[in-house]
C-alpha cells in the first residue's frame, strides 16, 4: 500500500480522530497513487495513522479506518452492519409506517464520500469520492447482504462526483432492476420518490422529523409551504389539517411531484393549490391580510456550497426571510431554514435576526432545528452538521 508521511505536527488532528488529510500537511508521498487508491497515512516518525481514499484536491485523503487492518469485503461489511444497527436501534426502520431513512451518511458512519438511502426496497447510493466510486460494487452487495429490506441498489453518483476525475460514471441500477413502485412511506404517509431524475437520492429525507413538527401546529391554519420539491411539508401539513396549503416551486417538474404526493395521500382535497412560480415573486405578489399566511415555510435549497459565496448566501437569506415576516398574518409561524454547510448556526441566526430587526416585527424562537438521528453528526467531525431550522413565532 502507498504511503503518504505527514509533516510535524500535522498527525494532531488524526489523533483527535478528525477523518481528513489537507494536502498542506503531506511532507512526502512514496509511490504514485492514482485518485481513489487505499493510502497508510504515517506521521513524520513513521508511527500508523489511519487508512484512507486518496484524492487530488485540499482534502488528500478521506479516512476510512484508524486502524491497520485488511481492507476487505468483511471489513465493508462491517461498516454496513453498523450503520444498520444504528438506524434500527431507533426505532426508523418499520415497514408498514416508515420504511425510507438515510442508511449511510458519510464521515459520519465512517465512510466518507459516501450517501446512501433506503426506499422501500431500494437503496439509493451516491458517492462523492473516487474512492468510493471505486467500492460501488462491494458496497452494493454488503448493503443487500445486510439490510433485509434491501433488494435493489440504484448508484446515482453522475454529478456528485470530481468533475476532473479520470472517470465516466453513469448512473444504474448495480444490483437488482428497475421497479415500477418508486414510492416509499415515511410516518404512515406515502410519497413518490423519484431518483432516477430527481434531486439528490429523489427525497429530502433529512426533514422527516421537523416535518413531523409542523404537522402539530397547522391545525386550523393557511399554510404556505415554499421551496415545496416533492411537497413532504405540505402533505404532512394536510395531516395536520390545516386550512389551506399552497405549495411553491420555481421548477414545473418540482410542482408535478408536490401534486402527485398530494394525491397519493389526499386525492382530490380542495384544500391543497400548488403555483410554480420564483419564490420571491410569488412573496412580492401578496398585497393584503386576505392573502397572507399563518404559517410560512422557507426550506431553500442550499445558497452557498463553497465559502466564496457565503456572504451572497447570508445576504439572501436575510431577503427571504424579512419578505416572509413582511407577509405572514400577526401571530403567525415561520419555519425557516438552511442546508449550506458553509452556513454555521450562528450565521443562519443573524441572518434571520437581521431580517427581523429590518421588518419591525417581535419574532421568537420557539425551537431550533437540526438534522435526523439518520444523519448523525460525528464528533469528531463537525463539519457534517449542515442542517439548520428555526420555528419562529410572529407578533
Not at 478521506?62 to 476487505?72: A, D, G, L, M, N
Not at 398530494?262 to 415573486?281: C, G, M, Q, T, W
Request: proline fraction near 4%; glycine fraction near 6%; hydrophobic fraction near 40%.
Amino acid at each position: 500500500m502507498i504511503t503518504i508521511q505527514l509533516k510535524p505536527k500535522k498527525e494532531e488532528s488524526l489523533l483527535r480522530f478528525h477523518p481528513w488529510v489537507f494536502s498542506g500537511a503531506i511532507q512526502k508521498i512514496e509511490g504514485q497513487p492514482a485518485e481513489g487508491d487505499l493510502v497508510e497515512v504515517i506521521d513524520n516518525k513513521r508511527n500508523f495513522l489511519a487508512i484512507g481514499h486518496y484524492q487530488i484536491g485540499s482534502i488528500a485523503v478521506r479516512v476510512v479506518t484508524f486502524e491497520k487492518v485488511p481492507i476487505s469485503l468483511d471489513f465493508w461489511k462491517k461498516k454496513i452492519q453498523l450503520a444498520y444497527a444504528m438506524r434500527l436501534s431507533l426505532g426508523l426502520v418499520d415497514e408498514k409506517l416508515n420504511n425510507t431513512f438515510r442508511l449511510v451518511h458519510g464521515e459520519c458512519d465512517s465512510l466518507p464520500g459516501l450517501i446512501v438511502d433506503v426506499y422501500a426496497e431500494t437503496a439509493v447510493m451516491q458517492a462523492h469520492s473516487v474512492g468510493m466510486h471505486e467500492t460501488r460494487e462491494i458496497l452494493a452487495k454488503a448493503i443487500v447482504e445486510n439490510v433485509p429490506q434491501v433488494k435493489n441498489v440504484f448508484y446515482k453518483s453522475e454529478t456528485t462526483l470530481p468533475f476532473n476525475a479520470p472517470i465516466t460514471p453513469e448512473d444504474g441500477y448495480l444490483i437488482g432492476k428497475e421497479t415500477t413502485k418508486l414510492s416509499a412511506i415515511e410516518n404512515g404517509l406515502e410519497f413518490h420518490v423519484d431518483w432516477l431524475r430527481g434531486q439528490k437520492t429523489g427525497f429530502f429525507v433529512d426533514q422527516r422529523e421537523n416535518r413531523s413538527l409542523l404537522e402539530r401546529y397547522a391545525k386550523g391554519k393557511s399554510v404556505l409551504n415554499m421551496f415545496c420539491y416533492t411537497g413532504g411539508f405540505s402533505v404532512y401539513a394536510l395531516r395536520g389539517e390545516a386550512k389551506l396549503v399552497h405549495s411553491v416551486d420555481s421548477s414545473a417538474k418540482a410542482i408535478q411531484l408536490t401534486d402527485k404526493n398530494v394525491e397519493l395521500n389526499y386525492p382530490n382535497d380542495i384544500r391543497h393549490k400548488s403555483y410554480d412560480e420564483d419564490a420571491f415573486k410569488y412573496l412580492n405578489n401578496l398585497h393584503n391580510i386576505e392573502q397572507k399566511y399563518d404559517l410560512i415555510i422557507l426550506d431553500p435549497p442550499a445558497f452557498a456550497k463553497h465559502r466564496d459565496a457565503l456572504r451572497n448566501a447570508l445576504k439572501g437569506y436575510k431577503r427571504l426571510n424579512a419578505k416572509a415576516f413582511e407577509q405572514i398574518k400577526p401571530g403567525g409561524i415561520v419555519f425557516t431554514f438552511s442546508c449550506s454547510q458553509v452556513v454555521s448556526k450562528e450565521q443562519f441566526r443573524l441572518a434571520v435576526f437581521s431580517a427581523a430587526a429590518e421588518s419591525k416585527r417581535n419574532v421568537r424562537i420557539l425551537h431550533q432545528l437540526s438534522q435526523p438521528a439518520d444523519h448523525p453528526i460525528n464528533i469528531y467531525h463537525p463539519e457534517g452538521e449542515y442542517l439548520k431550522g428555526l420555528v419562529l413565532w410572529v407578533e
